[in-house]
């Protein structure tokens, strides 16, 4: 933290005690002026008391950690008094009291620095003027603009709890991850990258070629089965459904080549098999083997001048 972030952080807790279960008030850094009323400057710091031991009243403060930084505000006169007219009371709050030198604060300010002995309390030296709170009222335009910088302040710390929460949950889930991989390392059951190279080198050694991951591993529209020599993941795909179907990598094999294996055999087969029926085919078209014919009778020739028999082959035209 900066010198002036610890000079801020003191004097919140100089108000706002660390362990005090009701604060009894609202402290709020860097308060602009909301709607650009006044000059535009910033109050450092304003406490806005709610119970009676606080006064009910609005202090403001100007912080100022250097000699050059005070003599700086010296220089623009009027600079604080938007917010010091607004103000019950209005503080300078310096790291070191010698930063101000005798006659050098403002009529009505008051001036405070760390105490040596807490470092929760702030050391008066020099009590600022009170205005009378029955008499004095903040003007809307200070009340607004505080209003306006608690909401900031709500919605920032409102922020910071999802943050801190999604952050806290990210740590838990790496947490459980890492565990995860952990386990499954004790058990054997996730491999570093040189195991996973062997395997690989192993399963291309299996195949014969190489692994070609480049070619379309579904696409079998695309014509690239990889180059001459490798192997892509469609044909690993294809063995893979050929086993599942046939039931073995022999029976697939076979399935997928008897057909093409030995053609030569296969013609001869064929034929071998169309000789063997036509000759069962010839054997049962050939007619059967007609009886011997009887002894013919001995005719009598015809007498002189009488035509012969007829014959029966004779009236069919040879």
């Known amino acids: 933290m900066s010198a002036s972030s610890d000079l801020l952080a003191q004097l919140e807790r100089h108000y706002i005690k660390p362990s005090a279960p009701m604060p009894g008030g609202v402290f ?18 304003i406490y806005v ?25 010296l220089s623009k006169p009027g ?32 001036l405070m620095s760390p105490s040596p002995r807490s470092k929760n309390r702030m050391q008066v030296h020099t009590q600022a003027h009170r205005k009378d709170p029955r008499v004095h009222r903040p003007g809307w335009n200070a009340v607004r603009s505080i209003m ?34 952990d386990r499954r390392l004790a058990a054997g059951g996730l491999h570093d990258a040189a195991q996973i190279r062997e395997r690989l080198a192993q399963v291309e050694q299996a195949l014969g070629a190489k692994i070609d991951f480049t070619a379309g591993a579904t696409d079998r529209s695309s014509g690239r089965y990889g180059w001459s020599g490798e192997v892509t993941l ?20 076979s399935a997928l080549t008897d057909r093409w294996a030995n053609p030569v055999k296969n013609t001869q087969g064929a034929l071998d098999r169309l000789g063997a029926a036509l000759t069962e085919l010839g054997k049962a078209g050939r007619p059967a083997k007609p009886p011997p014919a009887p002894a013919a009778a001995v005719e009598s020739p015809p007498p002189d001048g009488a035509p012969p028999s007829p014959d029966l082959f004779s009236e069919i035209p040879l």
């Open 28 to 45: 709020l850094p860097e308060v602009g002026q909301n709607g650009g009323w006044g000059s535009g400057s910033r109050c450092d710091a």
């Open 49 to 73: 008391g709610f119970t009676s031991s606080s006064g009910r009243i609005l202090i403001g403060h100007e912080l100022k950690i250097s000699r050059s930084d005070w003599l700086n505000e």
């Open 79 to 110: 600079k604080a008094d938007a917010w010091a007219d607004e103000c019950h009371e209005w503080w300078l709050v310096v790291s070191d009291p010698a930063i101000v030198h005798d006659g050098e604060l403002p009529a009505g300010w008051g």
């Open 148 to 181: 306006a910088r608690q909401d900031t302040l709500r919605a920032q710390a409102a922020e910071a709890v999802r943050r801190d929460a999604r952050e806290d949950a990210r740590r838990d889930f790496d947490k459980q991850v890492q565990a995860a991989v």
């Open 234 to 253: 469609a044909q690993i795909r294809e063995i893979a459904t050929a086993v599942r179907a046939f039931g073995d990598v022999q029976r697939a094999m």
